[in-house]
């Protein structure tokens, strides 16, 4: 593989603009390959190259030898940082004058980026590290004076004054918050807590923080409490973080207003969780470290690669040496503050959070992605064969028994058809992610990078393959079961166990909570599900929204699984059962709310991000886009309920205006292409895909797929069974055309970072100070 792909594929994009600009330096070393073939007279190895070698070569060469030795010694020894440029700018080329400061300028550019980012790496190191050592001050500070009191339990460290050291103390022993400021009741316990809270004041101070003084004041015959204090500051990423710094700020305003003093509130999950902060900013720190390393082999492997074609080409072989002497003694090269750095990194790790286990700590520092297993492409070619032939005794079934034709009896399709659609719909979008996984994998766009997914847990597209084969095995398998069960006459109740059988295991699979089966994929959908249904009180991360993305393709998997919850409710395959969930005025308002729920979940994904994102507009533009389709959406609905001229007209009004609108989006924002001024015609600059046609096809197909709802406005007259399988196909292609959506989108995101998702997560530090009022 060309090394310029293979760079291209490396590096992380954030800092492309940081990188060796190899192609173009090799587009340099083209034009002056171009330019001493085309002009032979300008060296005599030019012509040497293009008619042939003279038999006076050899002693030319060996009389230049000779007579420019004591010249090069010279430059060699005095000019070994510029010494090259002077042998090549007294050549009469041009484009060799231009490769020599071009490559000049990338040096620099390579220096000065690493320098810029090793000083922020180093200062982001000495607050992580001076974090962690408050952390284990306090700890000490805490153990030993449990130590000195086993068996009474102190109510309060805090109680020298309002405000004092203790107040960070306060929590840890209890199990609920309690205030600082509770008076001790001997004054034996009294000088114990004010000697924790000295020791902590001076294990604090050591480090250069500034604590809470006033507990010091009160001790020492009133002395004037300094201005300062600290906090545990913890972002409010989830409902109950929110809580508890709502609920802390509450009781701590009350506090100040009812005592006059600096009363602290804080609750021991605030330790806990600073602690677990410090644990992620440190491996983050690691990880930032460790792609520094990465960046400063890369562009020494850049370097040597593009030196080695121009030498190919130019044969200017001493000034080469002297250029790869000037990059390896280069800072980005010789400079071991990251590798110090990442080194003392690795060694605190491993003494605080992995019990001196080297070997744990490097998977949590540095994990790698698992080998493949022959064994899951064994299983995964298994139970495709095994649901294609099961599939094929079902359609067989189906034909004798006549269930799809017009004359049969709707029963079947009306009730049972949807329950085993709904598995059937999520089993293709598993196989449509798969294909993605793979596309990601074989044009190396990073999506574990971008999802932030741990590398040995991560999904592979060969276990996608293996979940989708084996969930649609045993859906066709229970689906064959129960068909030839209903034409046998067997027994109602036995009938309805088998869809019901069939979703406890999937349930059960996906709650199982021991490590078997994809659990720490599986609880990694759990969360992000949490994230999304209680939007917008969680943060949205990347495969937050990704995921949300994915469910407004599935609205009619809601619809069927609404559908499936009845029919077990209503007692399953028993009389008037699907007439109770169609003609129930609940079931169709439920229906209305269903299809609204995916829209309003990212809308408020948007909203959230706007806040939290500086108030970027193009969050709110983006929520637009989801209020539209649910305006579009009602618009439908009404039409349903009552096709008059009137509602038709709106509906295809709301339907095409959310159309054009998504549609922009797709193109503009999310994949990055209708760019008038991109060197490939209305796309972007940057492809990761080399036919172009390629791209222009996949618009005309989103294009296609997004206008499926006329459909829904048409009234096309069809029997039950024709418009079951109508809507099931309908559905299938939307969520066809999101796998499809969602490899570009990626693409845009790998090239460009339209996300805005930087390469280290920017952790804030739990302690930090403040002034009090």
């Not at 390629?694 to 069974?721: D, F, H, T």
């Amino acid at each position: 593989m060309k090394f310029s792909r293979e760079l291209e594929a490396q590096l992380v994009h954030e800092w492309r603009d940081g990188y060796v600009d190899y192609k173009r330096l090799k587009k340099i070393i083209k034009n002056i390959k171009i330019s001493l073939n085309s002009s032979p007279e300008n060296s005599a190895e030019s012509q040497s190259l293009l008619y042939g070698f003279s038999i006076a070569d050899p002693i030319r060469s060996l009389v230049t030898r000779f007579s420019s030795e004591p010249n090069s010694q010279n430059r060699l020894q005095g000019d070994e940082e510029n010494g090259y440029e002077l042998d090549l700018v007294q050549s009469g080329n041009e484009e060799v004058k231009n490769f020599v400061e071009r490559a000049e300028k990338e040096l620099e550019k390579v220096n000065d980026f690493y320098t810029r980012m090793e000083e922020g790496f180093c200062q982001r190191g000495e607050e992580v590290l001076k974090q962690l050592q408050i952390m284990l001050e306090v700890k000490q500070v805490l153990k030993e004076s449990r130590h000195r009191r086993p068996r009474r339990r102190t109510p309060s460290l805090g109680a020298a004054s309002p405000g004092s050291t203790g107040a960070l103390l306060s929590g840890i022993n209890s199990p609920s918050p309690v205030p600082v400021g509770t008076p001790t009741k001997t004054e034996e316990a009294q000088q114990e807590q004010v000697a924790v809270v000295e020791e902590v004041i001076a294990a604090l101070e050591r480090n250069g923080v500034s604590f809470i003084g006033s507990a010091r004041g009160k001790v020492k015959k009133e002395a004037k409490p300094r201005a300062d204090v600290i906090r545990i500051d913890i972002p409010g990423t989830t409902p109950t973080l929110s809580f508890m710094n709502f609920w802390e700020s509450l009781v701590n305003g009350l506090q100040k207003e009812g005592e006059g003093g600096n009363g602290y509130h804080l609750h021991r999950m605030k330790i806990q969780k600073a602690e677990k902060i410090i644990r992620e900013a440190l491996i983050e720190l690691y990880k930032g470290l460790e792609r520094m390393k990465k960046y400063s082999s890369l562009n020494l492997l850049a370097f040597t690669k593009i030196i080695k074609k121009f030498t190919k080409v130019t044969n200017e072989e001493e000034a080469s040496v002297c250029f790869m002497k000037k990059v390896k003694g280069s800072h980005f090269i010789v400079s071991d503050k990251v590798l110090r750095l990442q080194d003392e990194v690795e060694s605190l790790f491993t003494k605080h959070f992995a019990s001196n286990d080297r070997k744990i700590a490097r998977i949590s520092l540095k994990p790698q992605q698992n080998k493949d297993s022959h064994a899951i492409t064994f299983f995964a070619g298994l139970f495709t064969g095994t649901f294609v032939t099961l599939f094929s005794v079902y359609a067989i079934l189906a034909h004798f028994c006549g269930i799809f034709t017009s004359t049969s009896t709707s029963g079947y399709v009306e009730t049972v058809y949807p329950v085993f659609s709904t598995f059937a719909l999520i089993s293709l979008h598993i196989f449509l992610y798969g294909c993605n996984l793979f596309m990601w994998k074989s044009t190396r766009i990073n999506h574990n990078f971008i999802f932030d997914f741990k590398l040995n847990t991560a999904l592979k597209h060969r276990d996608a393959f293996l979940i989708s084969s084996a969930f649609m095995t045993a859906v066709v398998g229970a689906m064959v079961a129960h068909l030839f069960l209903k034409y046998n006459h067997i027994s109602s109740h036995h009938l309805d166990a088998l869809p019901g059988i069939l979703l406890l295991i999937c349930l059960g699979l996906l709650v199982c909570p021991f490590n078997i089966l994809y659990r720490e994929t599986r609880y990694c959908f759990l969360r992000v599900v949490r994230n999304i249904f209680f939007s917008p009180l969680y943060k949205v991360l990347m495969a937050d929204f990704f995921m949300a993305d994915q469910l407004t393709s599935q609205i009619p998997l809601f619809r069927y699984m609404e559908f499936t919850a009845c029919y077990f409710i209503a007692g399953g395959l028993k009389a008037g059962s699907y007439e109770t969930c169609n003609s129930s005025h609940q079931y169709k308002l439920l229906a209305y709310v269903i299809s609204f729920l995916p829209y309003y979940w990212r809308a408020m994904q948007c909203i959230r991000r706007y806040m939290e994102e500086g108030y970027d507009i193009n969050h709110m533009a983006n929520c637009g886009k989801y209020i539209s389709a649910m305006v579009a959406a009602a618009a439908r609905m009404l039409y349903a309920m009552d096709p008059t001229p009137v509602r038709l007209a709106l509906a295809i009004i709301a339907c095409s205006g959310a159309t054009l609108y998504q549609l922009y989006w797709d193109f503009v924002k999310d994949w990055g292409l209708m760019n008038p001024k991109s060197k490939n015609f209305f796309l972007r600059d940057q492809l990761i895909l080399k036919k172009r046609s390629i791209y222009y096809v996949s618009m005309g197909l989103n294009v296609l797929l997004r206008l499926a709802w006329i459909e829904s406005v048409m009234k096309i007259n069809l029997g039950p069974v024709e418009h079951r399988l109508v809507d099931f196909t309908l559905a299938s292609l939307e969520i066809i055309r999101r796998g499809h959506w969602n490899y570009y989108r990626l693409e845009n995101e790998h090239l460009n970072n339209v996300g805005k998702f930087r390469t280290m997560k920017n952790i804030p530090l739990p302690f930090r100070e403040m002034d009090s009022d």
